[in-house]
């Protein structure tokens, strides 16, 4: 039986310059499931991403998937990618075994964690104040640099892990330290600073968008800290549940996020399209 990918609509070329196509999963030219292919709206049209991919209950476990992920990487090559993209749930087992056989590799995961309506309390000596102009401009520097080399770790061409920094901070952050709704924060410990803190909203849920223990002051629990001070900032904000993105292979951050209840909701899987 050949197992093929059957296009439903002309290819689309969104406002954005983003490229989109839906196909019917067939077999024998009977269809068994739908994929949705397009190009990433954030690191441009050289990044493809599966959005969706369903096989139909009758015709799972036939390895009907397998074929039409690899079809959709040869309509990505034709567009002209040189990576594709996808993102699973946690509760997926079946579809990350599928992409980790297919040679994708975690990027990153998002995790979140209920909130209570106590916010937590500082260690002794501990205490949080909003980070300054003057702190400001040189914290900036710093957090783009390292989000562009976390990305181009990970696979990410440098021009595009670059472009993508300075769009998000800018997008965030539109008004630096005085945007609305957003907290950055240095954390003191017996008068010293020793880390800085970004939570803001998405969606629904408060989001930490940056943590970083000073180099000189890590290993003294100030990372765990710093996280009990962004439940309680989302807690004052009327927040009652805080997610958080971590790049795969930063073994510190996670085990610290698993050790505060924080839980797997998603990963961002990638393969280079040789």
């Known amino acids: ?27 024998n030219g009977r ?52 990576r594709i993209e996808t993102t699973v749930p946690a509760t997926a087992g079946a579809a990350l075994r599928l992409v980790h056989a297919l040679g994708y590799v975690v990027r990153n995961r ?13 260690p002794p000596d501990s205490r949080a104040r909003p980070m300054t102009e003057a702190e400001y401009g040189p914290w900036l520097a710093e957090s783009r640099e390292e989000y562009v080399r976390s990305l181009v770790d990970r696979g990410v061409p440098e021009s595009e892990a670059r472009a ?14 005085r945007t609305p709704d957003v907290w950055l924060s240095v954390l003191e410990h017996a008068g ?14 408060a989001y930490v968008y940056d943590v970083k223990t000073d180099t000189a002051h890590r290993g003294r629990g100030h ?21 958080l993105n971590v790049f795969a292979g930063n073994t510190p951050a996670e085990r610290l996020y698993e050790s505060l209840g924080y839980q797997t909701r998603q990963y961002t899987l990638y393969k280079a399209l040789l």
């Open 110 to 122: 998002l995790m979140d964690k209920a909130l209570g309506d106590t916010p937590p309390a500082l």
């Open 164 to 177: 993508k920094s300075e769009r998000d901070h800018a997008t965030l952050l539109p008004d630096g330290p």
């Open 223 to 243: 990372g765990r800290t710093l996280m009990l001070l962004a439940e309680a900032q989302a807690i004052a904000a009327g927040r009652r549940v805080i997610g």
């Open 31 to 82: 269809p068994v499931g739908a994929l949705h292919l397009d190009t990433h709206p954030l690191l441009g049209d050289t990044v493809a991403r599966i959005v969706d991919l369903r096989i139909e209950e009758p015709d799972r476990r036939r390895g009907r998937a397998t074929v039409a992920a690899l079809a959709a990487e040869e309509v990505a090559r034709g567009w002209g990618c040189r």
């Open 1 to 27: 039986m050949t197992t093929t990918l059957r296009p439903i609509e002309p290819l689309q070329r969104n406002a954005d310059g983003t490229r989109s196509r839906h196909y019917q999963v067939c077999v």
């Open 192 to 205: 010293t600073p020793v880390g800085t803190l970004w939570v803001g909203p998405r969606e629904d849920q």
